[in-house]
């Protein structure tokens, strides 16, 4: 379950969670979203905004 990795990964964090909300918010699956956010996590890092986040995820969607 994409849930589970993105709660265990180390590169989860608030801004993961925010990202998350706003690519629900934008009406995207729950699960490619995750999926997405985790993929965005992992290449940016764990110290990235928000922003970034999105943006690299929607690339991803």
Request: aromatic share 4%; glycine share 4%; no cysteine.
């Amino acid at each position: 379950m994409i849930l589970n990795e993105i709660n265990t990964s180390p590169t989860y964090n608030t801004e993961s969670n925010e990202a998350l909300s706003a690519l629900l918010t934008l009406g995207f699956a729950r699960a490619s979203a995750e999926k997405a956010i985790l993929q965005a996590s992992k290449s940016l890092g764990s110290n990235s905004k928000v922003e970034e986040l999105i943006k690299v995820a929607l690339s991803h969607l």
